[in-house]
């Protein structure tokens, strides 16, 4: 055994090195591949991102373009823009009371959704709430709301012309009962969904009528009254279109009509564009606020 142990050659001691400072780390070197395709990530991203809108929007332009070639009267998607670019060099022009830009046409229209709409949030809500609250009540008013929601906004503009004996506030009251059913529903849905243990400690606590609405109901019920509000203020600006085409005066619907009688359909493409963006900001407002109060709600 001594002998098989000399005849293994012995290792050199290591040789001590002077460290002059802390020791450093070295990281590895990432391959050149690995570190262009993090570079191209968030490209792909945005495209992934931007390419089914663009695709959609293409194609829909492609589908114009083949209507306007077999329809002379129909204008292409080139002289619609055009149209569109001498329209909005001056969209607030005033030359008589019916001969307005189309920027005051949307704004008449959306002063009548805004009184309409006002109107029926302080009496929708309100009566939800109680509606919700009070089973004799919410029995009461039951029958008469499902039969009333179906009907057409559009059906209560005759009464609307015959107690008014004006147009605008006709046109403000279709507005008004079309909004007031959905947050009426949605409301008095939201307090009825309200956990029966939080009603049980109100009446351990011997709580007020006023602490339990505004402590607890409204709370609870307040991604609900949101949903209906939401709904309303999209069926307010359909109607809106169509009580101005029937009661003329200033408004995006009566400019449509107008335009119509003046057979310029480039307009008309444009106007259906503009009630299309003025609804979808309407939309994105209200759920800005939803996401505003709900988060509120949850800090609190």
């Known amino acids: 055994m001594n002998a098989l142990l000399k005849s293994v050659p012995n290792e050199p001691a290591p040789v001590p090195v002077a460290v002059s400072g802390p020791a450093r780390t070295v990281p590895p070197r990432k391959p050149a591949a690995a570190v262009a395709a993090r570079r191209a990530q968030p490209f792909a991203t945005a495209v992934r991102r931007v390419a089914p809108p663009l695709t959609g929007i293409a194609l829909v332009l492609l589908v114009w373009q083949v209507i306007a070639a077999q329809n002379e009267a129909f204008p292409s998607p080139l002289v619609?823009?055009?149209?569109?670019?001498?329209?909005?060099?001056?969209?607030?022009?005033?030359?008589?009371?019916?001969?307005?830009?189309?920027?005051?046409?949307?704004?008449?229209?959306?002063?009548?959704?805004?009184?309409?709409?006002?109107?029926?949030?302080?009496i929708g809500i309100p009566l939800g709430f109680v509606i919700g609250r009070?089973?004799?009540?919410?029995?009461?008013f039951g029958p008469i709301i499902s039969l009333l929601k179906p009907v057409s906004p559009l059906a209560w503009l005759p009464i609307g012309l015959l107690v008014f004996k004006s147009a605008d506030p006709a046109a403000i009251w279709s507005i008004f009962i079309c909004s007031i059913w959905p947050m009426i529903?949605?409301?008095?849905?939201?307090?009825?969904?309200?956990?029966?243990?939080y009603m049980n400690v109100a009446r351990v606590l011997n709580l007020s009528e006023w602490k339990i609405l505004t402590k607890i109901l409204l709370p609870s019920a307040l991604p609900y009254i949101l949903t209906g509000v939401r709904l309303a203020i999209g069926t307010a600006w359909l109607v809106i279109v169509a009580a101005e085409m029937l009661t003329g005066g200033v408004g995006i619907g009566f400019w449509v009509w107008d335009e119509w009688n003046n057979l310029n359909v480039a307009h008309i493409i444009i106007a259906i564009a503009i009630i299309g963006v003025v609804g979808l900001l309407l939309e994105l407002a209200l759920v800005s606020l939803a996401r505003a109060l709900t988060h509120e709600q949850v800090a609190n």
């Open 80 to 122: 619609t823009w055009q149209a569109a670019l001498e329209l909005f060099a001056d969209p607030f022009y005033r030359n008589s009371p019916n001969d307005q830009g189309i920027g005051w046409n949307v704004l008449a229209s959306l002063q009548r959704v805004a009184i309409g709409f006002g109107l029926a949030a302080l």
């Open 134 to 140: 009070v089973q004799f009540v919410s029995r009461m």
């Open 185 to 197: 529903i949605n409301t008095a849905v939201g307090v009825q969904r309200v956990p029966q243990d």
